[in-house]
């Protein structure tokens, strides 16, 4: 296959500018009939082929946006990415995905990697490794640069964006002031994923509720790690040596094994134990018993997500960044008592 040539390869050969063989290949009336004619000539000659999606000219946008998740595997994403191709599809935006897979350093590779025109704007929820490092550096740098970007869930509060977060600290209040109504009164926390911000601010929420019923803070009913190993085997022991009626668990991976290792020792859920899980995916609904659980409503916040990124890139005047706050919602299933 003829190998194609690029801009600078061409600018090179005929000793021009790489701006005076854009122009002159965008057929620009700031350049010459006779030099055009000759760039466009030796062009076709190279086999160049313009790059479309990166084509980020005056007055021409790419109509691409970038969404990066951290997680493939975690439903609550694949439904936001729902909710963000529904509205770029209703704005005529194509969608570029990709998965930075919890690490600071692809997630600097793919913000690099994409902020040279290929996108207009990114859509993002911040990796595991930046909030653990407390690392932002990198999302301020692209918005310096010009490309805009909008966060959602894991936030940086550093950072200067639109950001669509939920009520993380005010669902958990709710979650566990449901248990305390429904008479349990040893509550544990649990987390595989502790560090992240949105489960600081569960946690918060869980201390909160339990000061606001004058109930006493036990560390012995708190498990915050970043490690699933770690937490397999604290939660095997929390069950172990002590007789709890509550869990609250913050992520999915908590309320899997908390759920799982209760049922291994013979207590009945509910009636001995209520669990109540974050995050709505289909195993919550499909696990014996069903685990109730807080609703984030995925698509929503990619809506949300969307329709900011699109209204600032579509901007003509001075844009204000906003934070949009979307209401979670407490659905019981069979994991908790009825009130």
């Known amino acids: 296959m003829k190998e194609k040539a690029t801009l600078k390869q061409i600018a090179k050969e005929l000793n021009v500018s790489v701006s005076t063989v854009s122009k002159a290949l965008n057929d620009s009336p700031e350049i010459s009939e006779p030099t055009k004619i000759k760039i466009q000539e ?39 990415f729902s909710g963000i191709e529904k509205v770029a599809e209703e704005k005529g935006y194509n969608v570029l995905t990709c998965i930075s897979n919890e690490s600071l350093e692809k997630e600097i590779h793919t913000l690099d990697m994409l902020s040279n025109g290929t996108i207009d704007g990114f859509i993002l929820s911040v990796s595991e490794e930046a909030q653990k490092q407390n690392e932002f550096q990198h999302f301020i740098d692209i918005i310096n640069d010009g490309t805009p970007i909008v966060m959602f869930d894991r936030i940086a509060e550093e950072v200067d964006c639109d950001k ?8 958990a209040v709710n979650a566990t002031q449901h248990l305390i109504q429904l008479g349990c009164k040893k509550i544990a ?24 019923n004058d109930f006493a803070i036990d560390s012995d009913l708190v498990i915050l790690t970043d490690s699933e190993e770690d937490f397999d085997q ?13 869990v609250f668990a913050l992520d999915e991976h908590a309320s899997m094994m908390a759920m799982k290792v209760a049922i291994k020792k013979g207590i009945k859920i509910p009636e001995q134990l209520s ?15 069903s685990l109730s659980t807080i609703s984030q409503h995925g698509p929503e916040i990619g809506e949300a997500a969307a329709i900011l990124l699109i209204q600032n890139l579509e901007s003509k005047e001075e844009y204000k960044f906003k934070t949009r706050v979307i209401k979670t919602e407490l659905r019981q299933r069979d994991s908790t008592r009825k009130l």
């Open 42 to 80: 030796f062009a076709k000659l190279k086999n160049y082929k313009p790059n479309i999606i990166g084509l980020n000219l005056k007055n021409r946008k790419t109509k691409t946006i970038g969404v990066i998740i951290p997680n493939i595997l975690n439903s609550f994403f694949a439904k936001v």
């Open 164 to 171: 669509v977060i939920v009520d993380d600290f005010d669902s």
């Open 189 to 212: 926390m649990l987390s595989a994923i502790g560090n992240l911000s949105v489960i600081k601010l569960r946690a918060k929420g869980y201390y909160k509720a339990l000061e606001n």
């Open 234 to 246: 604290r939660v095997q022991l929390l069950f172990e040596n002590n007789t709890l009626d509550g």
């Open 275 to 289: 669990v109540i899980g974050f995050a709505d995916g289909l195993w919550s609904r499909r696990m014996t018993p």
